[in-house]
Antibody
């Protein structure tokens, strides 16, 4: 069975850092693009970043460029999101997601999410 | 970059049918879209994607009550024989130049 399990969320002060992890199982992790999507309290889904299978290409939403870094370790079937210079507006549930990349690219598997709260 | 427009809310009675709409912005009417369901307090769940051929392909375990259709720039998610567990937020998603775009979501209330 396909599983994505996020961890690493928590309470952090503005300007602080946090590293999220996502452990994948049930599929060949190294053959899929992966992404991070977040959801602020009471709001909709917002794409944050994604990464190619081998980690050679990475893309970010404008509001996190220069502050967040997406990475992966295919040997450990794991996806990461390093978040620096955190702001109150980064407060959200962060979801790890698998991307079916091809002619019909779309998200097809979601994790359960991890909550990040940025507050003093 | 494409914009996906969804109505903020919809409602329908238990046992009836409802059709949710996701509209692609001008110049992006042939983009692939996917539908996701998010029940209250839960993570999103993938429902289906529209293929370039115009047909749709559902995710594993998605009930037959869920179906898709399209007309021009509009992509529809139809839920038949509404159940209480269908009360949820529904999001459409598309991709462009390796970036991901979500619609604002439709909150479906089952009366």
């Amino acid at each position: 069975e396909l599983h994505l399990v996020e961890s690493g969320g928590g309470l952090v002060q503005p300007g602080g850092s946090l590293r999220l992890s996502c452990a994948a199982s049930g599929f060949t992790f190294s053959t899929f693009w992966m992404s991070w999507v977040r959801q602020a309290p009471g709001k909709g889904l917002e794409w944050v970043a994604n990464i190619r299978q081998d980690g050679s290409d990475k893309y970010y939403v404008g509001s996190v460029k220069g502050r967040f870094t997406i990475s992966r370790d295919n040997a450990k079937n794991s996806l990461y999101l390093q978040m620096n210079s955190l702001r109150a507006e980064d407060t959200a549930v962060y979801y790890c997601a698998r991307v079916a990349y091809g002619s019909d690219i779309h998200t097809d598997v979601w994790g359960q999410g991890t909550t990040v709260t940025v507050s003093s | 970059q494409p914009v996906l427009t969804q109505s903020s809310s919809a409602s329908a009675s238990l046992g009836s049918s409802v059709k949710l709409t996701c509209t692609l912005s001008s110049g992006h009417s042939t983009h692939i879209i996917a539908w996701h369901q998010q029940q209250p307090g839960k993570a999103p769940r993938y429902l289906m994607k529209f293929e370039r051929s115009g047909s749709y392909n559902k995710g594993s375990g998605v009930p037959d009550r869920f179906s898709g259709s399209r007309y021009g720039a509009d992509r529809y998610l139809t839920i038949s024989n509404l159940q209480s567990e269908d009360e949820a937020d529904y999001y459409c998603e598309t991709w462009d130049s390796n970036t991901q775009v979500f619609g604002g979501g439709t909150k479906l209330t089952v009366l």
